[in-house]
């Protein structure tokens, strides 16, 4: 911090001062970006376009929540092909995966293409057991938690998920996908 080369008498006068300019610049900067994300053009409440990208800026079609829980349904089809390709198809053209069993972050087509070849080896299938809907006015979000049976070892795994969709190309695809096992079963 700058206060660090002044005396130790003026230290804390210089570390407001920074403070005081630091506030300034965030708030001026947070009006402008709240002025340029926002849009209403009658009384309804302001919303953020989060996931807006060039292929995702025709407006998304009004959703229910329980049809937002059933894009899951959509991806969970996809893995029952057994077709890598089928599943990455699911996901934006900007979109990232944060997958359970992968460190990596895949964060393209084929990054996510390569996830799937992998883990669709053990044949999952899987089905929400709790589900949380929040929506946007170009995007939606489920997030809760879900169970996976491994059709190729009877093995089963309980997650967290969250899937935000954004509408492109005519459907509703994954932006973004993150899934993670419960902390609790190997905390201890």
């Keep these: 911090m700058i206060a660090n080369k002044f005396s130790k008498f003026s230290r804390p006068v210089v570390a407001q001062a920074c ?5 300034r610049t965030v708030s001026t900067l947070a009006t402008r970006l ?4 926002f849009s209403s053009k009658d009384d309804s409440p302001l919303r953020r376009n989060f996931f807006a990208t060039a292929k995702s800026m025709a407006k998304a079609p009004a959703i229910a929540p329980s049809e937002v829980t059933a894009l899951f349904g959509l991806w969970n089809d996809a893995l029952a092909t057994l077709d890598a390709d089928a599943v ?11 997958p359970t069993v992968s460190d990596i972050p895949r964060t393209d ?7 799937f070849v992998d883990f669709l080896e053990k044949k999952p299938q899987g089905v929400i057991l709790e589900s949380n809907v929040i929506q946007g006015e170009d995007w939606c979000m489920d997030a809760g938690i879900y169970e996976f049976t491994m059709g190729a070892t009877g093995d089963k795994v309980k997650a967290r998920y969250t899937y935000v969709y954004t ?3 005519s459907e509703w695809k994954i932006a973004h996908h993150h899934s993670s096992v419960m902390p609790e079963s190997f905390l201890g």
């Design 19 to 23: 403070r005081i300019a630091e506030t």
């Design 34 to 37: 709240n002025a340029a994300s």
């Design 88 to 98: 990455a198809k699911r996901y934006a053209s900007t979109s990232i995966l944060l």
């Design 109 to 115: 087509y084929d990054g996510i293409k390569s996830y």
């Design 167 to 169: 509408y492109e190309d």
